[in-house]
C-alpha cells in the first residue's frame, strides 16, 4: 500500500469538486488542512465529516489537504473515501445518510425520451443536470472514464446515488462492458439504482450474467424493487442478435443503439445522412419493437451543427424510436421539443 493516496480535481478551473491527499504518518495526530476557493457555507460541515470519515477508518496520524471549490458533501466523502482506500486496505464504504426518494423504483414503461450521459468521476458534469429535466441521469462508468480513475468513478456514483438530488429524473448508471462490468454492480444496485444500462451486448448470456449478479446482491441489501437493463446495441454481433438480447429477461426495458462504436466495428466513416448506420438502427428498432419494449437511438455524433442535430432527432422519432441517449443539454431540449410532438406519421395510425 501507498503512504501517501491523492483523489480528484484540482479546482482551479472546475467547480463543485475538490483534491484531496492523505499522507499516512507514524505520529503526530491528524492535521486538516482545508483550502476552499469559495464561499462555501458547509466548510465547518465539512471538516466534520472528514474528522468522522478519519475516525471511521482508524486513522490516528495523518496530514490531509484539501482544496475544495463549493463541493457537496457526498462529492467531498468520495474523494475521501478513494484517497483513503489508496493507503489502507479495507472494504469499509463510508455511508453517509440516504435520501428518501434515492430509494423508489421506476416503471418499465415510464417515459425515456433524453437519457443524458455524463462522466461518473465528473461530479461537476452531472450533479445540477437533473433541474435540466432530463427523462434519466446516467453516471457512465465505461467511455468517458480513463482506465486508472474506474475505482473512483465507482465510489463516487455510489455516493451519487446515495446523496445526490435527481430532481426526479430516473437514476440510471452506464457499467463497463461483461465481464469487468460485473464489478461495477455491487456498489450501485446497493443503493437503489433505478437502470443500468450494458455497452457492446453482444448476446443474451451477458443480461443472464448481469441479473445473476444483481439478484445476489439485492438479496443481500433487501432490495425490493426491480432493476431494469437497457442494453446498448454497438456492434454487428450485438446488431444480428438484438431480438435474443431484447426478450432475454422481463426486466430488459428498452434497447439503445451506439453509434460510435459501431461505426468502429464496422470501420465505417460518419456521414451527415447518417445511411451507414440506417440498417442497424432499423434491425435495433424492430427487435425491440417485436419484443414489446422501448427503442433509443444513439445521440448524434456532430453536435455542433443545429440543423444537422434537429435532422437527425426528427428521424429518429418518424423512424419509430421512443427517445435517445443525449451528450448535452441542447440535445435534451431538441429531443424533448420534437418527441413530445407526434409526427404526423404516428397521428395517422
Known amino acids: 500500500m501507498y503512504t501517501i493516496g491523492t483523489a480528484g480535481k484540482k479546482v482551479s478551473n472546475t467547480a463543485s469538486d475538490c483534491h484531496i491527499s492523505i499522507n499516512i504518518q507514524s505520529e503526530g495526530g491528524l492535521q486538516i488542512d482545508l483550502i476552499s476557493n469559495s464561499e462555501n457555507p458547509n466548510t465547518k460541515w465539512n471538516r466534520e465529516l472528514v474528522s468522522d470519515m478519519l475516525q471511521c477508518y482508524k486513522v490516528q496520524h495523518a496530514r490531509i489537504t484539501i482544496n475544495e471549490t463549493n463541493a457537496p458533501g457526498y462529492v467531498i466523502a468520495a474523494r475521501m473515501e478513494a484517497a483513503i482506500k489508496q493507503v489502507l486496505d479495507t472494504k469499509l464504504n463510508y455511508l453517509l445518510p440516504q435520501r428518501k426518494e434515492n430509494t423508489k423504483g421506476s416503471d418499465k414503461n415510464k417515459s425515456r425520451i433524453s437519457l443524458f450521459c455524463a462522466a461518473g468521476d465528473s461530479p461537476e458534469l452531472f450533479m445540477y443536470q437533473g433541474i435540466n429535466n432530463p427523462s434519466g441521469l446516467i453516471l457512465d462508468l465505461e467511455k468517458n472514464v480513463s482506465q486508472d480513475k474506474k475505482g473512483e468513478a465507482r465510489i463516487m456514483v455510489r455516493h451519487a446515488l446515495r446523496s445526490m438530488d435527481f430532481h426526479g429524473s430516473e437514476r440510471m448508471v452506464r457499467i463497463n462492458q461483461i465481464p469487468k462490468g460485473l464489478d461495477d454492480l455491487r456498489p450501485i444496485v446497493s443503493q437503489y439504482v433505478n437502470l443500468i444500462l450494458i455497452p457492446k451486448c453482444e448476446a443474451s448470456e451477458d443480461i443472464h450474467r448481469v441479473n445473476e449478479v444483481i439478484n445476489i446482491i439485492k ?75 422501448q427503442a433509443i437511438d444513439s445521440f448524434h455524433s456532430n453536435m455542433s451543427k443545429t440543423n444537422t442535430l434537429l435532422g437527425h432527432t426528427k428521424a429518429s422519432r418518424d423512424l419509430g424510436f421512443d427517445g435517445m441517449l443525449c451528450g448535452d443539454l441542447r440535445q435534451v431540449d431538441i429531443t424533448h421539443q420534437y418527441f413530445n410532438t407526434k409526427s404526423k406519421y404516428t397521428q395517422k395510425t
Open 219 to 293: 438479496k443481500e441489501h433487501k432490495v425490493k424493487q426491480t432493476i431494469w437493463l437497457i442494453p446498448l446495441i454497438e456492434n454487428a454481433l450485438g446488431v444480428i442478435k438484438s431480438f435474443e438480447i431484447a426478450s432475454a429477461s422481463y426486466n430488459v426495458a428498452a434497447l439503445a443503439f451506439g453509434t460510435e462504436n459501431y461505426q468502429a466495428n464496422m470501420g465505417i466513416q460518419h456521414s451527415t445522412e447518417g445511411n451507414e448506420t440506417l440498417f442497424a438502427r432499423n434491425t435495433v428498432l424492430h427487435a425491440a419493437k417485436a419484443a414489446g419494449i
